[in-house]
């Protein structure tokens, strides 16, 4: 079946250093990717949907110039949360829109020190 | 807007015993789509069924089954004999738009199993 991949599983990074998160979808190209954030032992919040070619749509409440999205490709969209402090610890879900379903990705869990 | 109320945060039952997970919605949409997803310790979530606004017919898949009521909102999800397997937070959703699916979460239900 259909696959999306993140990478990394995991990171740890300082106070005030960007990471990038990427989303792949394996064997489906995704028009449309989700990326979506999960602090503990709560539900998981919409941060902005991911279109190929153009701008991401943020969702109110989220900083687009702190998390910043690319979507090059028709498989491949990037997360990248800059300047990471402490309270953007948490763990980050893509998913990818096929032809009729939603995959999700299997997470990344970010801890920034 | 919408919204998903899973009122049980957390549910213990012993093996083998049946539990029901309840999940309500709010949306002024007449066409919407509902969810449940099954997120193990590992995080990623796994998805369990769909279901659209047109299909009120219950749904049966081996040990699990889902009632859906739309006189109520409701969409509930029960697992009979359960296992210890099933020890889970489980997420019921909410989407309007069919094709690029935004899925509006509820805050989970973790369900433990007991051996």
């Known amino acids: 079946g259909a696959v999306v991949s993140q990478h990394p599983s995991w990171v740890i990074c300082k106070s005030g250093t960007s990471v990038k998160i990427e989303c792949r979808s394996l064997d489906f190209q995704a028009t449309t990717m989700f990326w979506y954030r999960q602090f503990p032992k709560q539900s998981l919040m919409l941060m902005a949907t991911?279109?190929?070619?153009?701008?991401?749509?943020?969702e109110q409440g989220v900083e687009k110039d702190k998390f910043l999205i690319n979507h090059a490709s028709l498989t491949l969209s990037t997360l990248t949360v800059t300047s990471a402090h402490p309270e953007d610890s948490s763990f980050y879900i893509c998913?990818?829109?096929?032809?009729?379903?939603?995959?999700f990705g299997p997470g990344t869990r970010l801890t920034v020190l | 807007a919408q919204k998903v109320t899973q009122a049980q945060t957390e549910i213990s039952v012993v093996e083998k015993e049946d539990v029901t997970l309840d999940c309500v919605y709010e949306?002024?949409?007449?066409?919407?789509?509902l969810f449940w997803y099954k997120q193990p310790p590992s995080g990623e979530l796994v998805f369990l069924i769909r279901r659209n606004s047109f299909d009120e017919q219950n749904e049966i898949s081996g040990r699990y089954s889902w009632n859906f009521q739309k006189s109520t909102s409701s969409f509930n999800f029960t697992i009979t004999a359960s296992q210890v397997v099933d020890s889970a937070v489980y997420f019921c959703?909410?989407?309007?738009?069919?094709?690029?699916?935004?899925?509006?979460f509820g805050t989970g239900t973790r369900l433990t199993i007991i051996p």
């Open positions: 998913s990818a829109h096929g032809l009729a379903d939603q995959f």
């Open positions: 949306t002024r949409d007449t066409t919407y789509y």
């Open positions: 959703a909410l989407s309007v738009e069919f094709g690029n699916e935004k899925l509006t």
């Open positions: 991911s279109n190929e070619g153009s701008k991401a749509t943020y």
